[in-house]
């Protein structure tokens, strides 16, 4: 495709900036309100992806020319470093490594968007507080009775302020396959049954698929196994009680040795090693194992 002919002017409908936008949902934003159809956007833009495969969740360079990012700064009206401060990918060139999100409709309209928005998800990006909506998936139930679920992002995101965004992914990450290991199994009678109670109050709002009932009812658990996983780093040695207070139920003081979670804590290095995680922080090592027999 022939790059168009410079230079360009900016559309006559400037798009709103919005804080980690995918550049394919700000793209469709900007050819929507200017009445164009996303091809002829994307030929402005010099871009020649195959318009198929793009989409609003396009979070790419594929395509791209070497005036793309220029010609998409003179499109929306904005200088480049502007539009980098709330566009992700102009600021780092590189594919993004996040998944997209699509943003809580409650805060876009607050800022007179309207439309879809989709955004990178951090990884601590599961709801919007403000809201009480759950963000993650197609199936985004309120969490209006569920306050403990919002309350408990809102800690977690208190107490990591200072922890780097790779160890809250990978922290994260295994906390879900330990949660999602005790309730599959009903390891934990006192933490099924909350789970149980949580389950009966959002599903009698949205009756939804389980996966995603799962992940939000497991939720303030989740983030307090993955706490617990980036203090154990930081300070090896965590003891059973220490555990029991911070998920609220009482973890035995000598639990079985196929608990996931001991199993996680009791792979981190001891005190007196050098503290090696997140290196040696073992992938998502999802070691199915059966519960033990009470
Ligand atoms: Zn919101």
Redesign the pocket.
Same mark, same amino acid.
């Given at each position: 495709m022939p790059v168009p002919a410079e230079p360009l002017r900016p559309l006559p409908v400037p798009a709103r900036l919005i804080a980690r936008e995918t550049i394919g949902s700000f793209l469709t934003r900007l050819a929507f309100a200017n009445s164009l159809r996303i091809p002829h956007l994307l030929a402005l833009a010099a871009i020649t992806t195959d318009q198929r495969s793009f989409t609003p969740a396009t979070d790419d360079t594929r395509g791209w020319t070497e005036p793309t990012p220029g010609r998409i700064a003179a499109l929306a009206g904005r200088p480049l470093p502007e539009l980098a401060t709330a566009i992700p990918l102009l600021a780092t060139m590189t594919p993004a490594d996040t998944a997209p999100l699509r &943003?809580?409709? *409650?805060?876009?309209a &607050?800022k007179n968007v309207t439309g879809m928005v989709i955004l990178r998800a951090r990884a601590r990006d599961y709801l919007? &507080?403000? *809201?009480e909506?759950w963000l993650r998936g197609i199936h985004r139930p309120s969490l209006a009775a569920l306050p403990e679920i919002t309350d408990s992002q809102r800690r977690h995101d208190r107490r990591t302020a200072n922890v780097p965004d790779q160890d809250i992914t990978r922290a994260h990450q295994q906390a879900r396959d330990i949660t999602g290991q005790w309730l599959a199994s009903g390891w934990h009678p006192a933490l099924t049954e909350r789970w149980q109670d949580r389950h009966r109050r959002l599903a009698a709002m949205l009756p939804g698929p389980e996966a995603v009932l799962a992940d939000v009812i497991t939720h303030p658990e989740m983030l307090s196994v993955a706490h617990l996983l980036i203090s154990s780093h930081r300070s090896p040695g965590i003891r059973q009680r220490e555990i029991a207070a911070r998920l609220g139920f009482p973890y035995p003081s000598r639990p079985h040795p196929l608990d996931p979670l001991h199993n996680h804590l009791s792979q981190q290095p001891g005190p007196t090693q050098e503290a090696t995680w997140p290196s040696t922080f073992p992938a998502s090592s999802a070691t199915r194992t059966s519960p033990p027999a009470w």
């Open positions: &943003a809580c409709g *409650h805060c876009t &607050a919007c &507080a403000r *809201h909506q």
